[in-house]
């Protein structure tokens, strides 16, 4: 199973901000011991969500050149639980973008409702510095490639960046 | 909190009166701002980039030793000094780790005299004074101290 941890992309604006949504369902294994009885996202998984947008935004405005790796989350709160049946939508804005890395801000809305905030630091590594290691370390697979192109209204700008 | 002399960048006056520009976080308005504002600007970054307590970041303290910090964070350190202050900080020039990390600088478990004046040139906002006198390389990571990024930053606003 490939870790994807967003449905879709519902915004996309190259180099500058992204929205991705992804929809909680009780199929999702994990959710049955987390916890039992009481099915609730973990926070880590919705940072994880985050995470997935903001790299790949991030990754994307430098035509996905470098592998992009998160580094830090430099904070991340919430004020509430996603439960199955919410529906997540995760903004990304891209803070700062330079030769070394990136700094994104991220708001999470559950069911349009703002309920959490995650900033992250992501590095950038070229090819160099990762030969030698496995691929599937790395985020911008051809899964990853394709939730992309399923993007329609943007598609072409960003398929014309494609790795 | 005194400062020692050798502590600052060599052109700075050790009174700690001295004004140096400060450009706001958009970097339109400019201001003046005292040693004391700059040190205050960047415990506040330390604190985020670190979670330490602000009572932690004393212009002594170094960022690894005492405020935990791990390699990833000093480039999240210099994310935020870029903001805090408008400047466009060289993370090569605030940890210069080409001087720090090359073998031929070392003998010995010590940093050679020619390493130990490239690293002068290099971080003229490091206090050596103690490091040489025993130039451990285990001890290199105590050069960089809370003052030492304030040293950094006053050179480049002076620049600026």
Known sequence: ?163 | MALSAAGRIPQADPGGSDVVRIGSDGGDAVTTATRDEVLSKVRDVLVDALGVDSEEVTPEATLQGDLGAESIDFLDIVFRLEKAFGIKVNRSELFPEEVLSNPDYVDNGKMTDEGISKLRSAMPHADLSDFEKDPQVERIRDLFTVDAIVNYVEQKLRAA
Do not use: C
């Open chain 1, 1 to 163: 199973m490939r870790w994807i941890w967003i449905d879709k992309f519902v915004e996309f604006e190259p180099g500058r901000r992204a929205v991705a949504v992804k929809n909680v369902t009780r199929a999702e294994e994990h959710l049955h011991d987390h916890l039992p009885g009481f099915p609730v996202m973990p926070a880590s998984l919705v940072i994880e969500g985050m995470a997935q947008t903001a790299g790949i935004l991030v990754g994307q405005a430098r035509d996905f050149r470098e592998n992009v790796i998160l580094a830090k989350i430099r904070s991340a709160s919430f004020d509430d639980y996603a439960v199955p049946g919410d529906t997540l939508a995760y903004e990304a804005r891209i803070e700062t973008l330079e030769d070394h890395g990136a700094t994104t801000r991220g708001v999470v809305r559950r069911n349009g409702e703002e309920f959490g905030r995650v900033d992250l630091m992501f590095s950038h590594v070229g090819a160099a510095q990762v030969s030698g290691l496995p691929r599937h370390n790395f985020v911008f697979t051809e899964s990853f490639m394709t939730l992309l192109r399923s993007f329609e209204p943007v598609g072409d700008a960003v398929r014309g960046g494609g790795a």
